[in-house]
């Protein structure tokens, strides 16, 4: 099975990557693999273990990211497996403002005193280095969702290196397009693949990339005891996604460019949040190791919840939803969640820009601004 060859570039990969071995009328593409049951001597064994259709996605993905790859049935399931990993009372230090379901899980691991956790800016580097003595994991998010918070991602997982602390990097924000972990000496990279790597809202899986054989080890169990396994057909979605992903994740990123540039402009904007900007904080902090912004913006409406809530109600071609990373655009009021971070601002609101005409979005969008004020 095609795997990544040194020389080739991302976009390259995505295409080439975890495609059949050539030959006369082989197929081009990995075909479902519907199989619970597996004659006995192989490498497989059972269908919890294994299966050819995970296996092309994870050689797809492990390309990407430059280290193997495992692929769980959500990113919550491989975020869990991580976890699961750690010894009884393990201290982790993660993002204060970082994604809920992973604030939660955290939460709940710390009240059942499984984990201690401490909760940092992420961004004020001094602060996550002095969390830093005693831990067993630094769980990195960069950029966090939603308050698109940068961590300086090379000088973190060096410091935390040096003191033999375990790395995981969530890098579904960012993906492999815009920067490695694993290159910068991160442990384990995160991927929630229901989002920018499949890339059209109808699968829901996940994925762990690493170089080191241990955690290999140790998170293939997390999955194959746990039941944390990807179903072959969403594994086959997800590889077709990939295969358009950087013409996708090009497009999307060069549109939020243009809607944050416009939205900083607008009258019932307070505030956008968006590392593209030269005039945003993490800015030049994101642009001396990242290779783009993404296509995440998030911005606070100059009103209160209700009317914050109205825009999102209010748009014809972005779509009010939850979730990311789609060719459509959607948006949302955070806070609406109960389990959101208190200090995201309940008027702001996460748009996840799509690949339509930009003109076309901004004329929604400016639409839906106004019509929350009437």
């Keep these: 099975m095609n795997s990544k060859e040194p020389h080739l570039r991302p976009e390259t990969i995505a295409i080439t990557a ?3 071995e050539v030959g006369a009328d082989s197929a081009l593409n990995q075909p479902i693999s519907l199989n619970s049951t597996f004659v ?6 059972y269908g919890r273990y294994g299966n050819e259709t995970w296996t092309a996605l994870e050689v797809a993905i492990g390309a990407l990211e430059g280290g193997k790859t495992l692929s769980y049935s959500s990113g919550m399931a491989a975020i869990s497996a991580v976890f699961s990993t750690l010894p009884v009372g393990a201290k982790v230090v993660a993002s204060d403002q970082g ?3 992973v604030m939660t899980l955290l939460g709940n691991l710390s009240a059942a005193k499984k984990v201690s956790v401490k909760f940092v800016a ?3 580097t001094d602060q996550v280095i002095a969390a830093l003595d005693g831990a067993d994991l630094l769980w990195l998010e960069s950029p966090t ?4 918070d940068v961590a300086d991602l090379p000088t ?9 602390i375990l790395v995981a990097v969530d890098n579904t924000f ?9 290159a910068m000496g991160a442990d384990i990279v995160m991927n929630s693949v229901t989002k920018y790597l499949a890339g059209h809202s109808d699968v829901l899986l996940g994925s762990l990339s690493t170089n080191d054989p241990a955690h290999y080890k140790a998170l293939e169990g997390a999955r194959r005891f746990n039941g944390s396994i990807p179903g072959p057909f969403e594994a086959w979605l997800a590889l077709r996604g990939i295969r358009t992903f950087p013409l996708r994740f090009q497009r999307a990123s060069e549109n939020a460019l243009e809607i944050a540039k416009r939205l900083n402009q607008h009258p019932l904007v307070t505030r956008v949040r968006y590392p593209g900007l030269p005039t945003d904080p993490q800015h030049a902090k994101a642009k001396a190791f990242m290779r783009g912004f993404g296509a995440i913006v998030s911005f606070e409406y100059a009103g209160d919840a209700t009317s914050t809530d109205k825009v999102c109600e209010s748009s014809k071609i972005v779509t009010y939803a939850t979730s990311l990373g789609g060719v459509e655009s959607l948006w949302e009021r955070r806070r609406r969640w109960p389990i959101e971070s208190a200090s995201v601002p309940e008027t702001l609101i996460r748009l996840s820009v799509g690949c339509e005409d930009v003109d076309d979005l901004w004329a929604d969008i400016d639409a839906a601004l106004l019509a929350a004020k009437k």
Excluded: C, F, V
């Excluded at 006995?40 to 064994?45: C, E, Q, Y």
């Excluded at 973190?156 to 033999?164: P, S, V, W």
């Design 174 to 182: 960012a993906t492999a397009l815009i920067q490695q972990p694993l």
């Design 99 to 101: 994604y809920s379901g």
């Design 156 to 164: 973190l997982i060096k410091e935390a290196k040096t003191r033999k």
């Design 18 to 20: 975890g495609r059949p």
């Design 145 to 148: 969702n939603p308050a698109l």
């Design 122 to 124: 992420i961004a004020d």
């Design 40 to 45: 006995a001597g192989g490498a497989i064994g």
